[in-house]
Antibody, heavy 116, light 108 residues
């Protein structure tokens, strides 16, 4: 069955960096677009970034453009999100999701807290 | 950029009742690329409906989606206790993909 498992979240100071990972299994990872979606505490869902199956097409939300970098390693069935210059407003649960259009499978999420 | 507005913000209903949730787009959603998700507290969202009206794998037939262009509806024909949750619509027809702000379906 399809499984997505995020890791790498934690507490970081404003201006700091963090790298999130998502390990995928149960499907042919290299066939699918993948994405990161976040949810601030008590708030709605925000699309952060997505990457095409080959990595040639990438999208970033304006709120993270220039600070976050999405990447993937198809040989390792893994998705990554490098987050730099973190701000308090980046505090959220970050979900990894598979997107053949809509997000049909989601991980359980990893919490990123940006606070001094 | 397409903005999605969901209404109502909160829907208070009893088990067995019918729920009707609305999602209105600021521009036409191409090819009805509109999805609905359900989220329960502490859980990741779950895909319910894609392509405006197609149920995702394993979704009960009490959930149905309809609409096109700028007006979309999610209907839950008879609410079960496990259906009380927050529901989000999302368009994936044009970048940036966005979610609506959500509708909470609560027990009356």
């Amino acid at each position: 069955q399809v499984q997505l498992v995020e890791s790498g979240g934690g507490l970081v100071k404003p201006g700091g960096s963090l790298r999130l990972s998502c390990a995928a299994s149960g499907f042919t990872f290299s066939d699918y677009y993948m994405s990161w979606i976040r949810q601030a505490p008590g708030k709605g869902l925000e699309w952060v970034s997505y990457i095409s199956s080959s990595g040639s097409t990438i999208y970033y939300a304006d709120s993270v453009k220039g600070r976050f970098t999405i990447s993937r390693d198809n040989a390792k069935n893994s998705l990554y999100l490098q987050m730099n210059s973190l701000r308090a407003e980046d505090t959220a649960v970050y979900y990894c999701a598979r997107i053949p259009g809509p997000a049909d499978y989601w991980g359980q999420g990893t919490l990123v807290t940006v606070s001094s | 950029e397409i903005v999605l507005t969901q209404s109502p913000g909160t829907l208070s209903l009893s088990p067995g009742e019918r729920a009707t949730l609305s999602c209105r787009a600021s521009q036409s959603v191409s090819s009805s690329y509109l999805a609905w998700y359900q989220q329960k507290p502490g859980q990741a969202p779950r895909l319910l409906i894609y392509g405006a009206s197609s149920r995702a794998t394993g979704i009960p037939d009490r959930f149905s989606g309809s609409g096109s262009g700028t007006d979309f509806t999610l209907t839950i024909s008879r609410l079960e206790p496990e259906d009380f949750a927050v529901y989000y619509c999302q368009q994936y027809g044009s970048s940036p993909w966005r979610f609506g702000q959500g509708t909470k379906v609560e027990i009356k």
